[in-house]
Antibody
Framework: EVQLVESGGGVVRPGGSLRLSCAAS????????MSWARQAPGKGLEWVSG????????HYGDSVKGRFSISRDNAKNSLSLQMNSLRAEDTALYYC??????????????WGQGTLVTVSS | QSVLTQPPSVSAAPGQRVTISCSGS???????????VSWYQQVPGRAPKLLIY???ERPSGIPDRFSGSRSGTSATLGITGLQTGDEADYYC???????????FGGGTKVTVL
């Protein structure tokens, strides 16, 4: 059974940093691209970042480009999101998701339950 | 303001059919060579679930009451035989070649009357 479990969320002050992690199990991790998406309270989905199977190719949404960094450790079946220069508008539930076998980042076939990040002074 | 435009809400009685539109542009839905649209269902308090991929394909376990189509710069999700369990928010998503990023619609709330 595919499982994605996010961790690392919490409360952080504006300008601060936070590192999210996603532990994957139930599939061959290095066969798949991975993504982060987020959802602000009461708002819609927003794609944050994606990474290919070996970590060589990464993409970011405009709102986080230059501030967030996605990475993966295939030996540990783990995905990470380093978030710097956090702003109030980054407050959201952050989801880890698996990119489907097609490799298309818009096809996210498994999602975790999310970890909440709150940016507030 | 989302790159993809969806109606905020649609509603219908049980057993009826609803359609949800998703309007984009030539850099995303209408981009020849990379115009794959996905649809997600999100029940309140739960993570999104992939409903449709590759414009009209259903993952295993998704009933054929759900269907997708794409034409030009728009895509449509159809739900037939509406059930109370279909009450949820629905999002379209695709790759935008100008942004080099995935873009989602703003979401459509489906209400079963």
């Amino acid at each position: 059974e595919v499982q994605l479990v996010e961790s690392g969320g919490g409360v952080v002050r504006p300008g601060g940093s936070l590192r999210l992690s996603c532990a994957a199990s139930g599939f061959t991790f290095d066969d798949y691209g991975m993504s982060w998406a987020r959802q602000a309270p009461g708002k819609g989905l927003e794609w944050v970042s994606g990474i290919n199977w070996n970590g060589v190719i990464t993409h970011y949404g405009d709102s986080v480009k230059g501030r967030f960094s996605i990475s993966r450790d295939n030996a540990k079946n783990s995905l990470s999101l380093q978030m710097n220069s956090l702003r109030a508008e980054d407050t959201a539930l952050y989801y880890c998701a698996r990119v489907a076998a097609s490799g298309r980042y818009c096809e996210l076939d498994y999602w975790g339950q999310g970890t909440l990040v709150t940016v507030s002074s | 303001q989302s790159v993809l435009t969806q109606p905020p809400s649609v509603s219908a009685a049980p057993g009826q059919r609803v359609t949800i539109s998703c309007s984009g542009s030539s850099s995303n839905i209408g981009n020849i060579g990379n115009n794959y649209v996905s649809w997600y269902q999100q029940v309140p308090g739960r993570a999104p679930k992939l409903l449709i991929y590759d414009n009209n394909e259903r993952p295993s376990g998704i009933p054929d009451r759900f269907s997708g189509s794409r034409s030009g710069t728009s895509a449509t999700l159809g739900i037939t035989g509406l059930q109370t369990g279909d009450e949820a928010d629905y999002y379209c998503g695709t790759w935008d070649s100008s942004l080099s990023a995935v873009v989602f619609g703003g979401g459509t709330k489906v209400t079963v009357l």
